[in-house]
C-alpha cells in the first residue's frame, strides 16, 4: 500500500523492477504532475509557504506540517494521544526537515524539474503497465482529485473502491481499506 510521498517511490521502482511487482495498492497518491490550480484550494496557501523562504519558520520551527496539515486532513478528530505519536517523531526542529522537503519535492508547476521528469515516466509506465493495481478512492479526498482522480481511473488491469477520508485516508476509513486490501491481495 502506498500513499502520498510513498507513492512517488513505491510507483518509481515499480517502473525500474517490474518483474518483482506482484501488484500495487495505492490512495491519496502522486499520480502526474500538478499545477497550484490542482493542488487544493484550502491547502493552497499553506503549501506554497513551505515552498518558500517562510518554509523553514513554518516548518521547522512551529511544526506546521504536524501541527496544522494533519489534522487538517483527516475528517475525524485525533485524540491527543494519537496527536503525540504523530508529533513524537518531530519532536525538535532538526528532526523536522522531512516535513520540510516533502512538500518542496512535489511536482507543481513544473517544479522541480527532476521530480517532474521522474514522476511523468513513471506516470506513463503506470498508464500501460498490466501490473493488477488497487486504487483506493478517498471520498471527498484531497491531492488525488479532478484530473488526477481521472488519470488514474484510465491505469489497466485496476480495481477500485471508495472509502470516506480526505488525505489521510488510513485515519478515517482503516477498516475498509484493510478489508478492500485483503480481497484484492487475496485475487493475485
Not at 36 to 45: F, I, K, M, Q, T
Request: glycine fraction near 6%.
Amino acid at each position: 500500500m502506498i500513499h502520498d510521498w510513498g507513492s512517488g517511490l513505491g510507483f518509481h521502482w515499480a517502473r525500474l523492477n517490474p518483474e518483482s511487482v506482484k501488484g500495487i495498492a495505492y490512495m491519496e497518491a502522486i499520480v502526474m504532475p500538478m499545477t497550484w490550480e490542482d493542488w487544493p484550494e484550502s491547502a493552497r496557501g499553506i503549501f506554497q509557504g513551505f515552498r518558500s523562504p517562510k518554509g523553514e519558520d513554518l516548518v521547522l520551527e512551529r511544526n506546521m506540517f504536524v501541527e496544522a496539515v494533519l489534522p487538517s486532513s483527516i475528517i475525524r478528530d485525533l485524540s491527543d494521544e494519537e496527536m503525540a505519536a504523530y508529533r513524537a517523531p518531530f519532536d525538535s526542529p532538526e528532526h523536522r526537515q522531512p516535513t520540510l522537503n516533502w512538500p518542496r519535492q512535489i511536482p507543481i508547476n513544473g517544479e522541480p524539474p527532476h521530480m517532474v521528469e521522474r514522476v511523468d515516466a513513471y506516470a506513463a509506465f503506470m498508464a500501460k503497465t498490466d501490473i493488477p493495481k488497487l486504487f483506493v478512492n478517498a471520498d471527498p479526498g484531497s491531492i488525488l482529485v479532478g484530473k488526477q482522480r481521472d488519470f488514474c481511473r484510465t491505469w489497466p488491469n485496476q480495481t477500485e473502491v471508495t472509502v470516506k477520508g480526505l488525505h489521510f485516508v488510513q485515519e478515517d476509513s482503516p477498516q475498509e481499506i484493510g478489508q478492500a486490501v485483503a480481497a484484492w491481495h487475496a485475487g493475485l
